[in-house]
């Protein structure tokens, strides 16, 4: 039941942050523009905050092929680059580092 109560919350962190912009739009419309930029970027914030950390521990002593990989998928998305691309870079520069 531990694992179960986990889950639901963890999928609930996750999902909330995505939905309520969508939700609140009318309210959102009434912020400043600082403000409601925030808001809507907070979807993307988050899967960031879950996804980096994971990134440094799931390769185990070969962590900085997660870093090069994520370091790959930031310099894309910097330059406006599609989305595609930029989960084929990091996909490229993850295994080629994994290979070194």
Known sequence: M???ALILTCSAVTLLP?????????FLSRLPAFI???MMLL????????????????FG???IAGLVGVTAAFAV???KGP????????????????MI
């Open 2 to 4: 531990n694992k179960i």
């Open 18 to 26: 995505r939905i309520i912009p969508y939700f609140a739009s009318a």
């Open 36 to 38: 409601r930029k925030c």
């Open 43 to 58: 979807p993307v914030a988050s899967l960031g905050a879950l996804i980096f950390p994971l990134a440094l521990t799931d």
């Open 61 to 63: 002593p070969e962590w």
């Open 77 to 79: 998305s910097f330059f």
């Open 83 to 98: 989305m595609i691309v930029a989960i084929i870079v990091s996909l490229a520069a993850t295994t080629l580092m994994l």
